[in-house]
């Protein structure tokens, strides 16, 4: 079955340090989508990127970078020279072509604080 | 932008009442979906519909029913509400097509007493 691993729970950081949100998910698909959310204090989850399977290309957008390793199974986010915006509850999430529509499993979330 | 909108950002409901949460989507999407997001657990799947009138139980369809009459529009169901029903309920709509990006709403804050 699938299933994501945030294995951070929080994180808290000074402004304008870099960090490293980890996600590591199992799938016995070989097609397969990864994503990453962003949920502010009013809630909403924000899309923030989508990985298909076959694409190991890492990804860079502004301070934000994600790295994808199929070898390890992880899908690790960065965000470079944090902000005080950047605080949020991050969450990974999994979709399996198997599975038909775009079901996510979603991961437990890394709460992100960052300090002025 | 994708608009995703749920009708109550807030409600506080008794034991045992029936709840209804309306969620309406403004991008013609096929699928609909109804997460359910508790602290340690991240988000949870209730149910989903991929069509008009269409359904399917997600993870945990237990004590809800939705409705989708109309393509916009999806309802998540409580038929008596009970205090572990308690959480933040997100809304999220989807185009038709494996990978492709669902799109939330707010989310509704729920608490029964």
């Known amino acids: 079955a699938q299933k994501v691993t945030q294995a951070q729970t929080e994180i808290s950081v000074v402004e304008k340090e870099d960090v490293t949100l980890d996600c590591v998910y199992e799938?016995?698909?070989?097609?397969?989508?990864l994503f990453w959310y962003k949920q502010p204090p009013s809630g909403e989850l924000v899309f923030l990127i989508r990985r298909n399977s076959f694409d190991e290309q890492n990804e860079i957008s502004g301070r934000y970078s994600w790295n994808f390793q199929k070898s390890t199974s992880s899908f690790n986010f960065t965000i470079t020279a944090s902000q005080v915006v950047d605080s949020a509850v991050y969450f990974c999430a999994l979709s399996e072509a198997s599975q038909g529509a775009q079901k996510l499993v979603f991961g437990q979330g890394t709460r992100l604080t960052i300090n002025p | 932008d994708v608009k995703v909108t749920q009708s109550s950002r807030y409600l506080v409901k008794r034991t045992g009442e029936k709840v209804f949460l309306e969620c309406v989507q403004d991008?013609?999407?096929?699928?609909m979906f109804w997460y359910r997001q508790d602290p340690g657990l991240g988000l949870r799947l209730i149910y989903f519909?991929?069509?008009?009138?269409m359904k399917e139980k997600g993870d945990i369809p237990e004590g809800y029913s939705v409705s989708r009459e109309k393509k916009e529009r999806f309802s998540l169901i409580l038929e008596s509400a009970s205090t572990n029903q308690t959480s933040m309920y997100l809304c999220?709509?989807?185009?038709w097509g494996r990978g492709d990006t669902i799109y939330f709403g707010e989310g509704s804050w729920l608490t029964v007493v």
């Open positions: 999220a709509s989807s185009p």
């Open positions: 991008m013609d999407h096929e699928n």
């Open positions: 519909s991929y069509d008009v009138k």
């Open positions: 799938t016995r698909d070989t097609t397969y989508y």
